[in-house]
């Protein structure tokens, strides 16, 4: 029975090139949720845009962020999945946001400066106000969860803050849920498989830096076996592979594939090179990814399911989301014109 006091929602932008680092730092969770929580699985369009997009790749993109929810295990029934941009509400409740968060707690979002680099002159202002966006989209179905990777932490605890200043300016203590990040320490950053210190990205110029969900058996071969390990062996405790951050990369790849705990792969390779290592890591993900890549290779080839499930989804969203936003409009003395 799921326990309707506590609502999961969640975002992935429709950028393209999912790869295993989303999966494992955020696809995989979700749906591990849908039984426990009430679900809201949404492709962030609105969030996408805050950079230039090609307006083909983003429609493509966004069917494929919907059939990868699906391939990896989320259930239409169970769960709902829609596109943001098909609830409005998420933009009106972002624009009433715009009004509540103030400057200053924007300015400290490192996001932004990361994503709009040196040239901030010339960032949308769309992507400054991104957070807020974000913030709409949880506190619209009062989420009390959101599992996110942990790059997203301040995001979060902005939209706490602005769930608590809202609740305090309007005098309606309770009002918005204050949400709960869900943050999986060992496998919500998953790393480049070139350099321990960076991220697993899809902007990442070198295609060895990631394995995409949608690579092919040879493709995962070949990168892991390029993958930046160590000149020592396998050491036999955790502290000492802490410090080579490509090796903990991979135990943690091989754990989140796995589910074997990574002091048990420690104790199984410890004193090894890493030739077997790496060859059962790329059997692991293969096993695992396989499946996901020919669901998605199907799905993508039937455009008028995936229609079928974005129509029910954004109705199902809507529902909801259309209940938060009246209750918004009258606390903040929108007048809406009911008649
Ligand atoms: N900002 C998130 C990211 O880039 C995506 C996102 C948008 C999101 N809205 C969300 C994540 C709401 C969790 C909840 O990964």
């Known amino acids: 029975m799921k326990n309707i006091n506590k609502t999961v929602l969640s975002g992935v932008q429709p950028t393209g090139g999912l790869h295993i680092g ?3 730092g955020a696809i995989k969770n979700f749906v591990s ?11 962030v369009d609105l ?10 790749l983003l429609k493509n993109n966004t069917y494929e962020v919907v059939a990868t929810y699906l391939a990896s295990g989320i259930d239409p029934v169970k769960s709902v999945i829609f596109n943001q941009s098909n609830v409005s509400s998420h933009s009106e409740l972002a624009w009433i946001f715009n009004c509540i968060t103030r400057m200053g707690w924007l300015n400290r979002m490192t ?20 957070p807020n966006l974000m913030a709409a989209d949880i506190l619209l179905y009062k989420a009390t969860h959101v599992p996110v990777g942990d790059d997203q932490k301040q995001h979060l605890e902005l ?28 496998i919500s950053r998953i790393m480049s498989l070139k350099n321990g210190e960076l991220k697993m ?26 993958a930046k390990t160590a000149d020592t062996t396998m050491p036999d405790n955790n502290e000492d592979v802490s410090k080579l951050l490509e090796v903990n990369n991979l135990l943690n790849i091989f754990s989140g594939f796995s589910g074997i705990e990574k002091v048990e792969l ?22 695992h990814i396989k499946p996901i890549s020919k669901e998605i290779e199907k799905l993508m080839g039937d455009k008028s399911y995936l229609n079928q499930i974005i129509s029910s989804g ?11 936003i009246k209750e918004v409009y009258d606390i903040i003395g929108l007048v809406r014109n009911e008649a």
Request: charged share 35%.
């Open 159 to 186: 939209t706490r803050d602005i769930a608590q200043k809202f609740n305090r300016e309007y005098e309606c203590d309770g009002f918005f849920p204050i949400p709960e990040p869900i943050i999986d320490k060992n």
């Open 201 to 226: 990205s899809k902007s990442d110029p070198s295609d060895y830096s990631r394995i995409s969900l949608i690579d092919s058996a040879d493709q995962i071969e070949k990168k892991i076996k390029k």
């Open 111 to 130: 996001q932004f400066k990361d994503k709009a680099g040196k040239d901030k002159e010339n960032a949308s202002s769309g992507l400054f106000i991104y």
């Open 33 to 43: 949720m849908q039984t426990e929580y009430e679900c809201f699985f949404c492709v």
């Open 22 to 24: 989303n999966y494992l």
């Open 314 to 324: 954004a109705e199902k969203a809507s529902e909801k989301a259309n209940v938060t």
């Open 266 to 287: 420690i104790e199984k390779y410890k004193g090894q090179n890493f030739s077997n290592f790496k060859n059962n890591l790329t059997e692991v993900i293969i096993e």
């Open 47 to 56: 969030h996408a845009i805050t950079v230039k997009q090609d307006p083909k």
